[in-house]
């Protein structure tokens, strides 16, 4: 089993829909990410959080550390958001001299007009 | 100011040959990373590097993955010679200070290797 799992994996949408990508991981971590990636481009950081909401334009991330899961959301969702959203926990070893990143597979997202 | 920038952006090459790719992280930052999405796959480490220093490269696959991080600027991986499976889109990235856990990635390169 991943230490960190998405769900679902792939998730189609009409535009203007509200898109909800949830992630679950198992180890203690130092703060959660979600990243975004569009077909054949780069990883781009949406938001780093360990704690609580964040919200940026239409999107919104929340987290629970006490149960360990994370939360995308996506309101009025547009073709253009269409690629695959990426969590990742990133956390320091015991010594704090190393930050690591485990990944999710990814949410794979098709909003159609 | 550049973000993280990765070359090349795609590359083909036959089995047993090799290939070097390239990762210039931002400017300052003394981390860089190395992963590997191999298709239908999560996102893996490959290594880290703390400036020249090789700090933790638990996840190269094998020893004819080679990286190097000379000067602590820009960082190399050589796969020599590739394996098929060696496939898959290599992503490089970097952050800054000790504790500051914001990663900033750059583009990938697509390696395919036929």
């Known amino acids: 089993k991943n230490e960190v799992e998405q769900s679902p994996q792939n998730l189609t949408a009409q535009e203007g829909e509200f898109i909800t990508i949830n992630c679950s991981y198992s180890?203690?971590?130092?703060?959660l990410h979600w990243l975004q990636q569009h077909p054949g481009g780069g990883i781009v950081s949406l938001f780093m959080?360990?704690?609580g909401k964040k919200k940026h334009g239409r999107l919104i991330a929340t987290i629970n550390i006490q149960e360990k899961h994370s939360s995308l959301h996506i309101t009025a969702s547009h073709p253009r958001d269409s690629a695959v959203y990426i969590c990742?926990?990133?956390?320091?070893?015991?010594?704090?001299?190393?930050?690591?990143?485990?990944f999710g597979k990814g949410t794979l997202l098709t909003v159609n007009p | 100011e550049a973000g993280v920038t990765q070359f090349p952006s795609h590359s083909v090459i036959e089995k047993g040959q090799t290939v070097t790719l390239r990762c210039d992280p931002i400017?300052?930052?003394?981390?860089l990373y190395w992963y590997r999405r191999v298709m239908g796959k999560e996102i893996k480490f490959l290594l880290h590097f703390v400036k020249e220093s090789k700090q933790d490269e638990s996840g190269m696959p094998n020893n004819r993955f080679l990286a190097e991080r000379t000067g602590g600027t820009y960082s190399t991986l050589k796969v020599q010679p590739a394996e098929l499976e060696d496939s898959g889109v290599y992503f490089c990235?970097?952050?800054?200070?000790?504790?500051?856990?914001?990663?900033?990635f750059g583009q990938g390169t697509r390696l395919t290797v036929v």
């Open positions: 990235a970097s952050r800054g200070g000790c504790r500051n856990t914001e990663a900033f």
């Open positions: 180890v203690g971590i130092s703060a």
């Open positions: 959080l360990s704690s």
């Open positions: 400017s300052g930052h003394d981390n």
């Open positions: 990742a926990v990133g956390s320091f070893n015991s010594g704090g001299s190393n930050y690591k990143l485990t």
